[in-house]
């Protein structure tokens, strides 16, 4: 299989360099196309008010890999992959192996997420994939569970109109729990902002807030999709479907019709 692999870290972050590897050993061809420099919840912006330079970067990678680092955000880099560097599209998109997680409505603001969905877009197969900490450079597991899913979607031909967000756990390989299909949580933040003054005595502000999950302390019975920020605490692995389109899916038949004053 033909796979696209890019992130938002950038090009010397270790999730990346581990989900190529394990992707070029099970026989995939690898390219890589991402950012040059750490590009961390840019979400899905485009770079429109300068160029967008690229650069070959296969010794940073596994031998056998094709890799490019790119001046641009995520979603750049899998545009550029698919209609300037690339003489073959892919036949998947892999966006990862995100240092910490993209759970909840923080895949808003997410460039590994983003990059997925560029895929997705563009009616490719495409797969986010994070582990669920920060601080955790133990990827090999995360790696190993991101194909297992990736090929499974293939050979089973998983709807392609469909992106998958998967998290892991930041744990060794036998203490993971289970997979599971999971609905995003509303993730909300308390104290977003911490005011300081800098040394010539001007005010500034740091975007640091402490997320406040609701864990809902039991995670979902079998009938019904755990929610994904309870399930990744409990060390299980979530997956869960997205798609581009933002069309709410209320009731439509109790919105009234809408109207202005002439």
């Known amino acids: 299989m033909r ?24 026989g995939h061809q690898v390219t890589v196309v991402c950012p040059d420099q750490e590009r961390s919840a840019t979400g899905h912006g485009l770079t429109l008010q300068s160029p967008l330079r690229a650069e070959r970067a296969d010794e940073l990678f596994a031998d056998g890999v ?8 995520p979603s750049d880099c899998v545009k550029l ?40 877009i563009e009616g490719l197969p495409a797969l ?14 995360s ?38 299909w999971c609905r995003k949580a509303v993730r909300r933040y308390t104290d977003q902002f911490v005011k300081r003054t800098d ?17 809902e302390a039991e995670v979902a019975g079998p009938k019904e999709w755990p ?11 979530s997956l869960t479907p997205l798609q581009p389109e933002l069309f709410w899916r209320g009731d439509l038949s109790a919105l009234k019709q809408p109207h202005f004053v002439r």
């Open 66 to 73: 094709t890799a490019w680092a790119c001046s641009g955000t």
């Open 128 to 141: 986010a994939v994070s582990c669920a900490d920060y601080k955790w450079r133990e990827f090999e597991a």
């Open 81 to 120: 992959a698919l209609f300037a560097l690339l003489e073959e599209w892919p036949e998947m998109v892999l966006s990862g192996i995100n240092h910490g997680p993209n759970l909840g409505t923080d895949t808003m603001y997410s460039g590994t997420v983003s990059a997925a969905m560029e895929g997705t």
């Open 227 to 237: 929610i994904d920020v309870a399930h990744v605490a409990h060390g299980g692995v």
């Open 3 to 26: 796979i696209l692999i890019s992130n938002d870290d950038g090009v010397f972050a270790d999730g990346i360099r581990a989900l190529a590897a394990e992707a070029l050993r099970r």
């Open 143 to 180: 790696a190993r569970i991101a194909l297992d899913v990736a090929e499974q979607s293939r050979r089973e031909d998983w709807d392609k109109g469909m992106l998958l967000n998967l998290n892991v756990p930041a744990l060794p390989m036998e203490s993971i729990g289970q997979l599971r």
């Open 199 to 215: 040394p010539r005595g001007r005010t500034y502000f740091w975007l640091a807030g402490e997320v406040a999950n609701d864990l």
